[in-house]
């Protein structure tokens, strides 16, 4: 087998989630299956056993080109503030952690961002933006960021950015097993450098509230059975992931968990321009569309699937728990 | 002669800590704990609607975000004046255990345990035993946990949508009504956690666990198990090397009050000092004379706000020091254990004080009392009756939620102004226990239990147990 790949994982301003969630893989066991694609963690903040002076030394190896390091994962934003100083992150040799970061990309070969945060700035740039957070080579959704439009890993890639908040174990494990197995091109990767393997798909694909859909049967409150989209500021039918075809947790998505998809996976997410559970509306028409349909046919195709909603479906969408069950029609054999 | 040392990045934390301890013949003389980063999310709550609040809160923590979720429901439901239907509140409560089983086994195997691997214990008896099992990343320990914890949280694809980050738990109740179906998978989750519980971390029956009533039975069930599970390999290092002497902070303890059912709660509220004494929420302030903010009075959470200063004389640490009545609490499972008169909780601190090994022992009694709490919520689940009720616009109101996290006490204190979020401050448990000094001097609570610690060598050992044995989250701590 080839030389096992040194993965540096740093975590700066987010929450953490996103480790927490790639604990959730469900491979059998999450070291192993990294081991196994030939992946070796140097040093993970959360998982590593070595503290202070022993991961400076990890760290500084990786700098001064005694380890090489081949893959940098950063988890959370990059913290600029206060006045472009990236004061509010500071590690303990009083380098802010804004220019370790910096200087470790120079030298991976592969650039990580993991999670929404470490992509675009996330939920950490949100509101009045206190800590003038941004993403590894976007400033939400424009090109730049902290690295510059122009940021190459060593490998020639840009920063691959696994969007989500919080990511999901498998697209991370998955991105991972790509770069280590030689797969991963720049063609894999999506406008906003999302790998396309979760990214190539909406939401909506797989959403168990489908029936309700079509026929625009929706919901008015939480734990309503109905469709989201067209009161409760549901995203699926624009957002760019896999999470009903590829569940969370074994069993669950936003949608199947009784609650709006935000759509985390894009840049911007965290401020819609609008309560985050209501649908804005122009003449009681919502107005984020579904991608890629065209106004005029999604207005007379819901009008025309309102007006033909069977019983059953418009009842138990306004319902916590099926009202009326799929009629049972007795088949004769032919 | 003492000398000073700074300790960081202090890993198998969940967010970014440093710790700097001076030195006096070899042990600490003074801690001073240093939370480097921060994040601003008061700030961002600022104008948002309220409901949005629901988005934002449980993204200030990967590891306690449905309790952030929690509190920021019960705060919205309070200024709404709305109560959860009994499924809802059923709900909430099995999906805020979920976490808190989840938190105390990931503290348990992946942060604290690591230590005991270290080569410094070369020579102990079970050296060889447990860098075997709980080395970090290559122990045997983790082909065990791992898959066990990913299929335990199985329980949030179904009550959840997902862990971390969901939107299910609402001011109304629950947004993820089940079926009977899903009754039955998730009573077989349960059903397998169990097994892997008893099996593999304590060897015996959770009742058994959580029967024992004093320091004396807890170490006769530690002899009549040799050593075959993790909880009884843990009690015999720990008390070869003392740690139930090791890490005493104030022994002044504070909880809100676990799991509320109709009338009262699994786990009570109270404070502990010596006796057990009614919490009086507005005794809280928080003092900032240490912290980099603005300002230099400390302030009751409802008028509290938060303002970086990077610069301000005095000041070491993005954290706040909350104090209740002007007093250093600890919070956490001990101080849960104890405030709800667990009788080994009792015992431990009434010979000891707190002490690492008491944090510890306090955390697997909770997964003992709490899955058994889980099996039977569970039960009371009548499907095709309501789980949520319909939330209603907020003009001007205020609310608090009060939660216990895996980590303590956690506080959301809402203003809604012409509907709009006015002020929004949370006081989260690591707050309290990581806390830098406040006007008066008074050290916080890691501060205090650092203090007379052996320090040895480059990183000392037993700083790291007194450290972790608190269960920190840094990134709750700097939101």
């Given at each position: 087998m080839s030389k096992p790949l040194n993965l540096l994982w740093l975590q700066s301003g987010g929450c953490g989630g996103c480790t927490l969630s790639l604990l959730n893989a469900d491979y059998s066991h999450l070291f192993d299956t990294l081991a196994g694609f030939g992946i070796h963690l140097i040093w993970h903040p959360s998982l590593s056993e070595q503290s202070a002076d022993e991961a400076k030394k990890i760290i500084d190896d990786c700098l001064n080109g005694s380890t090489q390091l081949d893959i940098l994962c950063l988890e959370g934003a990059v913290l600029q503030g206060p006045y472009a100083t990236g004061g509010y992150h500071r590690t303990t040799t009083g380098e802010t952690m804004m220019n370790l970061v910096k200087r470790l990309a120079q030298v991976s070969r592969f650039t990580v961002a993991v999670g929404s945060c470490a992509a675009f700035g996330g939920i950490t740039a949100g509101g009045c933006n206190p800590t003038d957070a941004c993403g590894l080579q976007f400033d939400v959704d424009t090109l730049g960021g902290l690295l510059g439009n122009d940021y190459r890993a060593q490998s020639g890639l840009p920063v691959i950015n696994i969007a989500g908040c919080p990511t999901h174990p498998n697209w991370v494990i998955e991105t991972l097993a790509a770069i280590s197995s030689g797969l991963l091109t720049e063609s894999m990767l999506d406008a906003f450098q999302r790998p396309r393997l979760y990214a190539d798909h909406l939401v909506h694909h797989g959403c168990t509230r489908n029936e309700y859909y079509e026929f625009k049967a929706s919901a008015h409150k939480p734990s309503d059975l109905g469709c989201l989209m067209e009161n409760l500021g549901c995203k699926g039918t624009q957002a760019h992931a896999d999470c009903n075809i590829r569940l969370w947790n074994g069993e669950g998505s936003c949608t199947r968990g009784g609650y709006t998809c935000i759509a985390c996976t894009d840049p911007g997410f965290e401020e819609p321009g609008h309560p985050f559970l209501e649908t804005p509306k122009i003449a009681g028409i919502p107005i984020g569309l579904p991608a890629d349909m065209p106004k005029a046919w999604f207005v007379a195709l819901a009008a025309l699937s309102k007006s033909a909603t069977p019983k059953r479906v418009k009842e138990n969408a306004q319902a916590d728990h099926q009202v009326v069950a799929p009629t049972v029609k007795r088949v004769h054999r032919k | 002669m003492s000398t000073r040392r700074v300790i960081g990045p202090f890993n198998r934390v969940e967010g970014d800590l440093e710790v700097t301890i001076e030195i006096a013949d070899g042990r600490v003389s003074a801690a001073y704990v240093n939370s480097p980063m921060y994040r601003g999310f008061e700030q961002i709550l600022q104008g948002k609607h309220p409901m949005d609040a629901l988005v934002y809160v449980p993204r200030i923590c990967g590891i306690c975000s449905v309790a952030q979720s929690a509190a920021s429901a019960q705060a919205l439901a309070q200024a709404m004046g709305l109560q959860a239907p009994e499924n809802g509140r059923l709900a909430a409560n099995l999906t805020l255990a979920a976490e808190n089983l989840a938190d105390h086994l990931s503290h348990f195997y992946l942060f604290f345990m690591p230590d005991f691997a270290r080569e410094t214990y070369q020579g102990r008896q079970w050296c060889v035993d447990a860098q075997a099992r709980f080395k970090a990343v290559t122990g045997s320990a983790m082909a065990d946990v791992l898959p066990a914890r990913a299929k335990f949280m199985h329980v949030m694809g179904y009550l959840a949508g997902k862990w971390p980050h969901t939107l299910s738990l609402q001011p109304g109740g629950s947004s993820r009504p089940l079926e009977d179906a899903e009754k039955l998978r998730l009573a077989i989750l349960l059903r397998e956690f169990r097994v892997f519980l008893e099996r593999t971390l304590f060897g015996d029956k959770l009742e058994v666990v959580a029967a024992l009533d004093s320091e004396a039975a807890l170490l006769g069930w530690m002899e009549s198990r040799a050593t075959k599970a993790d909880f009884p390999r843990f009690l015999t290092m720990a008390y070869d090397l003392d740690l139930h002497k090791l890490g005493r902070a104030t022994d002044r303890f504070m909880s809100v009050g676990a799991y509320p059912d109709s009338i009262t709660s699994l786990f009570a509220p109270g404070v502990w000092d010596g006796g057990l004494k009614q919490l009086d929420i507005s005794s809280i302030s928080e003092d900032v004379s240490h912290s980099w903010m603005e300002g230099n009075s400390a302030l009751p959470p409802a008028r509290g706000h938060t303002l970086p200063q990077l610069?301000?004389?005095?000041a070491y640490s993005w954290c706040k020091a909350p104090r209740l009545g002007g007093r250093v609490l600890e919070t956490g499972a001990l101080a849960r254990q104890i405030v709800a008169g667990h009788p080994l909780a009792h015992d431990l601190i009434t010979r000891h004080g707190g002490s690492v090994t008491a944090r510890v022992v306090a955390r697997m009694l909770e997964i003992a009392l709490v899955l058994p709490a889980m099996e039977s919520w569970l039960c009371k689940i009548k499907p095709g009756e309501p789980f949520c009720f319909p939330v209603k616009p907020l003009e001007h109101a205020s609310g608090v939620g009060l939660i216990e996290a895996a980590r303590g006490s956690l506080g959301h204190w809402l203003d809604v102004r012409e509907g709009k979020i006015h002020n929004y401050q949370i006081v989260a448990p690591t707050t309290w226990n990581f806390s830098p000094r406040d006007a008066a001097g008074n050290p916080g609570a890691l501060e205090h239990a650092l203090v007379g610690v052996l320090a040895e060598g480059e990183v000392p050992v037993a700083v790291q147990h007194v450290v972790r044995s608190f269960d920190p989250c840094m990134v709750c701590t700097v939101h």
């Open positions: - | 610069n301000k004389a005095g």
